[in-house]
């Protein structure tokens, strides 16, 4: 069975600063890999996925997500970070059509002024 | 233009009164999810219609039912609420054409006294 691990429970960036969130995945071959946002008592939105092809995906809100197959990871970036960016990060990975999602234990972001 | 309604957004019950959280969507997608989403955890699925097609998480507890009359609503039963029941509830949809993207409800936050 698929699972992702999300190494860091909790990140503190300074407004401005560039950010990555990490993730790495256990499948035995390629899943769909996905990240979510999800803002204080608020629902889950979709920042980006990757399904195949270019390995640098790009998303909603400025953030942007690397694939790398040899270190299984798909790492979340973001150049500049924003004060509303402060959220919970979830990345998450299915197998294929009809699988279902499997969630990482999530990254909070805090973001100081 | 919300596309997946929770309702209510938080709901409270006492310990072994039936609850029912409701989840609709103006997307007319062919799959509906529940999660359940505890403080600082990930959302757990425990449940999905593929159309009327009604699929159980081998974990999910027998304590929680769902119902799907129609393509639009699905509803989510809990039988006998204990104290480990209290969580966030999030309805998601999907149309399985390869997209591949859940759009999520705002969630339920359900108490239980």
């Known amino acids: 069975a698929q699972s992702v691990t999300q190494p860091d429970i909790h990140i503190t960036v300074s407004e401005g600063a560039s950010l990555e969130l990490r993730c790495n995945y256990s499948?035995?071959?390629?899943?769909?890999l996905f990240w979510y946002v999800q803002s204080p008592g608020q629902g889950l939105q979709l920042l980006l996925k990757?399904?195949?092809?270019?390995?640098l995906v790009q998303g909603i809100k400025g953030f942007e997500a690397e694939f790398k197959r040899s270190q299984s990871s798909f790492n979340l970036r973001k150049p500049s970070v924003h004060w509303s960016d402060a959220a919970e990060y979830f990345c998450?990975?299915?197998?294929?059509?009809?699988?279902?999602?499997?969630f990482g234990t999530g990254t909070r972001l805090q973001v100081t002024l | 233009d919300a596309m997946v309604i929770q309702n209510p957004r938080y709901q409270v019950t006492q310990f072994g009164k039936p609850v029912t959280l409701s989840c609709s969507q103006t997307?007319?997608?062919?799959?509906m999810y529940w999660y359940q989403q505890k403080s600082s955890q990930a959302p757990k699925l425990l449940f999905h219609?593929?159309?009327?097609?009604?699929?159980n998480e081998a974990d999910t507890p027998d304590n929680f039912q769902s119902r799907r009359p129609n393509t639009s609503f699905c509803f989510l039963d809990i039988r006998s609420p204990g104290l480990g029941d209290a969580a966030m509830y999030l309805c998601a949809t999907e149309n399985r054409d390869g997209n591949e993207k859940l759009f999520f409800g705002s969630g339920t936050q359900l108490s239980v006294l």
């Open positions: 990757y399904f195949s092809g270019d390995t």
């Open positions: 219609y593929y159309d009327k097609d009604f699929n």
């Open positions: 997307l007319n997608h062919n799959v």
């Open positions: 998450a990975v299915r197998t294929g059509t009809a699988s279902k999602l499997t």
């Open positions: 499948y035995g071959a390629t899943p769909y």
